[in-house]
């Protein structure tokens, strides 16, 4: 959570749909992050939804260069898109190498994060997070260990060229965030989750939900894509001002 209210008693709930290989969900995240700092933004309780921009990719992964000329028309068109998206990504603060990026199933990142969320700290009881702790201009990272493992999964995506379809990757990633290793590797050998995120897929298609990020601010308003700051602060703080009255 974020503002100055501990309990969360107050605290918009939002949902942000998001996929851990979608470069405008990372940018997204530093954005609402960014809104969050700003002094008209209530406090609220975010929840890592999941959608997968490609769930037909393979359990080994390919260079995301040769999908995207595949997808794209190209190596040209697809050098274009990662340079453009590079670009968007660096004035947030975020240094993509989608050079080295491997095309991922993303299912099992969205178990683990499912996971995470209904066993991690909650974020409810997070104190203010309103001081930069990284990289992006007057933005914090979200507390909460689902926020955590989302963060580090963009970040070994985006930053690092790992497989987040990985396994070994996905449980040294939930321990780099103080959950525990053991259990990381049972929810993912074990299948855990696979019923709940196959829910929450098919609910996001029930609500019209067909790009990421899309945040949905208190089970009223969807915001698609990835909005500036002050649009989110603005749409958040109506919101909020709305249930009060």
Same mark, same amino acid.
């Given at each position: 959570?974020?503002?100055?209210?501990?309990?969360? $008693?107050? $605290?918009?709930?939002?949902?942000?749909?998001?996929? =851990? +290989?979608?470069?405008?969900?990372?940018?997204?995240?530093?954005?609402? &992050?960014?809104? @969050?700092?700003?002094?008209?933004?209530?406090?609220?309780? +975010?929840? *890592?939804?999941?959608? /997968?921009?490609?769930?037909?990719?393979?359990?080994?992964?390919?260079?995301?260069? &040769?999908?995207?000329?595949?997808?794209?028309?190209?190596?040209?068109? %697809?050098?274009?898109?990662?340079? /453009? =998206?590079? &670009?968007?990504?660096?004035?947030?603060? @975020?240094?993509?190498?989608?050079?080295?990026?491997?095309?991922?199933?993303?299912?099992?990142?969205?178990?683990?994060? *499912? *996971?995470?969320?209904?066993?991690?700290?909650?974020?409810?009881?997070?104190?203010?997070? #309103?001081?930069?702790?990284?990289?992006?201009?007057?933005? $914090?990272?979200?507390?909460?260990?689902?926020?955590?493992?989302?963060?580090?999964?963009?970040?070994?995506?985006?930053?690092?060229?790992?497989? +987040?379809?990985?396994?070994? +990757? @996905? !449980?040294?990633? !939930?321990?780099? =965030?103080?959950?525990?290793?053991?259990?990381?590797?049972?929810?993912?050998? #074990?299948?855990?989750?696979?019923?709940?995120?196959?829910? &929450?897929? %098919?609910?996001?298609?029930?609500?019209? =939900?067909?790009?990421?990020?899309?945040?949905?601010?208190?089970?009223?308003?969807?915001?698609?894509?990835?909005?500036?700051?002050?649009?989110?602060?603005?749409?958040?703080?109506?919101?909020?001002?709305?249930?009060? /009255?």
């Amino acid at each position: 959570m974020t503002g100055s209210n501990p309990t969360g $008693a107050d $605290a918009l709930d939002v949902r942000i749909y998001s996929d =851990v +290989v979608c470069p405008w969900c990372y940018i997204g995240k530093r954005r609402f &992050e960014a809104a @969050l700092a700003l002094p008209e933004c209530p406090p609220v309780r +975010v929840r *890592w939804m999941p959608f /997968q921009l490609d769930p037909g990719a393979p359990a080994q992964g390919e260079p995301v260069a &040769e999908a995207y000329a595949k997808k794209f028309g190209g190596a040209a068109r %697809a050098q274009q898109i990662m340079a /453009q =998206v590079t &670009e968007a990504a660096a004035g947030e603060g @975020l240094e993509f190498h989608l050079d080295r990026a491997i095309r991922s199933n993303t299912f099992d990142a969205h178990r683990l994060l *499912w *996971w995470a969320g209904s066993v991690g700290a909650n974020p409810e009881t997070s104190t203010s997070t #309103s001081t930069s702790t990284g990289s992006g201009s007057g933005s $914090a990272r979200l507390p909460g260990q689902q926020s955590a493992l989302k963060e580090s999964l963009l970040a070994a995506y985006f930053n690092e060229g790992l497989d +987040v379809s990985d396994h070994r +990757v @996905l !449980a040294a990633r !939930a321990a780099e =965030v103080g959950l525990d290793t053991d259990q990381a590797t049972e929810v993912l050998a #074990s299948g855990t989750g696979t019923d709940e995120v196959r829910s &929450e897929l %098919a609910d996001a298609m029930a609500h019209d =939900v067909t790009a990421v990020p899309t945040f949905i601010l208190d089970g009223r308003l969807a915001i698609p894509g990835a909005q500036d700051p002050a649009t989110i602060a603005r749409h958040l703080a109506r919101i909020a001002a709305s249930t009060t /009255q």
